[in-house]
């Protein structure tokens, strides 16, 4: 860090001010809120740069209504936390700061730098003879040769280092975590990622946080707010919590599925999970609500896969399968590492199937031109199977926050799952999927951030993929 300590972005010096609605008017349900943020260091004096890693909500707890925010870098020093009011009372903004500039300059370089921070291994053998080697999609040349396991159709890249025994590449049975590389921060980064300093820690207001919205004006209508345009990345929020139920702003209306309803929603269907185990999460939810849903035991390995449920009753069949490597998960059959763009190719397809993916975990520790390959090939399989059967429904998930750890910052950073949010928001923008913005489902609600998201909010997901596969009749 060539920056000392006292002069880095230090939230307790930071503030920020609500600046008045446009007019200097009364704020009402429809008008934009801004909250004026000011970073200062350690000694209290203005930054003259920009870079800091800010999030924000707006949120009402007695009305279980909360709105994630877009944040805008003056690169200044300054930022602009925006947020469309779409509920009336009492409103709160929150700001918080995730990392600084200076540790985000630091994420950069370790993310560009091809490093390896996770490890894997897979274990070869061949009647008595056994041998774990060391796996990756790149693998730093020695003598030692090496196993090719790109695969065919879509290109995506995995090695391995051959077995030193006599043992062939074809001999390889299973893929799991090797780890991940620790001591990432010398002395000198290790004050930039302070928990309780500097990593996710409130920003305060310099004066009151809270407004109250007064009911919308006849003559404005609530669409002007939410198409408000702010980057050419995003238009507007996706959606926003009231009485903790997840609405829509696309004009959907999101219905609250009680098992019976979620029954007679999935009558005849089958329903594919792929992706990690932010996707598990919803064969698990479906299969602890629904109680006529039954595992079939295909013998999987824990948490890995693939999984199956049946209502053999209703015709409603449930498939879970984890993406290819990249996972850093218990060791998994070879056998059952299928990349995604294959399943895909090999559905029918049509109003009786829906594709649920999710894939962003596993990729933080890569390069973000890892993620966008993958996600590239997913899209064009994607495309493929609407083009042959456009009544499927296809969810693709986006990223979502963690819990606070300023340890694992390096490896784990809610800025490098920020980098594959945008990425996968942006390569599905223009096919006919429904992207489920976890992002801001998991930002704008009060439970702490955690990679696997609390089941009210798994059940606000359910809600909304349901919303779309059977919405409300009028």
């Known amino acids: 860090m060539s920056t000392p300590l006292e002069r880095t972005s230090d939230p307790a010096h930071s503030f920020f001010v609500i600046l008045p609605v446009d007019g200097g008017k009364a704020p009402h349900v429809g008008d934009q809120l801004e ?25 009402s707890p007695e009305l279980g209504a909360a709105v994630a925010g877009q944040v805008l870098d003056h690169k200044n020093g300054s930022y602009s936390a925006i947020f469309p009011l779409l509920w009336e009372g009492s409103v709160q903004v929150e700001v918080t700061l995730v990392h600084t500039s200076e540790a985000i300059s630091f994420l950069r370089s370790l993310r560009n730098s091809g490093k390896d921070r996770g490890f894997y291994k897979s ?31 879509t290109g995506e890249p995995w090695y391995c280092y051959k077995p030193k025994q ?32 500097n990593v996710k820690v409130r920003i ?69 999970m792929y992706g990690d185990s932010t996707a598990r999460q919803y064969y698990e939810f479906l299969t ?31 498939k879970y399968r984890c993406h290819s490597p990249p996972i850093a998960w218990i060791p998994i059959s ?15 397809g049509g109003s009786d199937t829906v594709v649920i993916i999710s894939l962003w975990a596993h990729f933080t520790t890569f390069p973000v031109e890892v993620y966008l390959r993958r996600i590239h090939h997913i899209r064009r399989a994607v495309v493929r199977l609407l083009d042959r059967a456009p009544e499927t429904l296809v969810v693709v998930r986006s990223a979502n926050l963690r819990s606070p750890n300023a ?36 930002l704008a609600h009060y ?5 696997h998201p609390q089941p009210p909010i798994i059940k606000n997901m359910i809600n909304t993929i349901l919303s779309h596969l059977c919405p409300e009749k009028n």
């Open 334 to 348: 070879v056998t059952q590492l299928h990349p995604i763009p294959n399943e895909l190719d090999g559905l029918i």
């Open 35 to 59: 909250a004026r943020v000011i970073i200062n260091d350690f000694k209290g004096r203005s930054k003259i740069y920009g870079g800091d890693f800010l999030i924000a909500r707006l949120h």
């Open 288 to 318: 602890s609500f629904l109680p006529e849903l039954k595992d079939f035991d295909l013998r999987s390995a824990k948490k890995a896969g693939p999984f199956v449920a049946v209502d053999v009753g209703n015709n409603i069949m449930l």
């Open 123 to 153: 274990v070869f053998r061949s009647g008595p003879l056994s041998e774990t080697t060391m796996c990756n999609l790149y693998l730093p040349a020695t003598e030692q040769p090496v196993c090719n396991y790109t695969d065919i159709k």
């Open 407 to 442: 340890e694992l910052s390096p490896i784990l950073s809610d800025w490098f799952a920020s980098q594959l949010d945008a990425v996968v928001k942006a390569m599905f923008r223009d096919v006919n999927v429904l992207l489920l913005d976890a992002w801001e489902m998991t």
């Open 447 to 451: 439970f702490p951030f955690e990679v």
């Open 204 to 272: 305060y207001a310099a004066g009151s946080d809270i407004v109250t919205v007064l009911p919308k004006e006849e003559d404005k209508p609530l669409a002007e707010v939410v198409n408000i345009q702010r980057t050419p990345a995003k238009i507007g929020p996706s959606g926003y919590y009231l009485n903790w139920s997840w609405q829509l702003l696309s004009g959907v209306v999101v219905q609250d599925f009680n098992p019976g309803a979620i029954t007679q929603c999935l009558k005849g269907k089958v329903v594919h």
């Open 166 to 197: 006599n043992l062939s590449c074809d001999t390889r049975i299973d893929h799991a975590c090797g780890g991940y590389q620790v001591n990432l921060l010398t002395h000198k980064e290790t004050p930039l990622f302070q928990s309780g300093v």
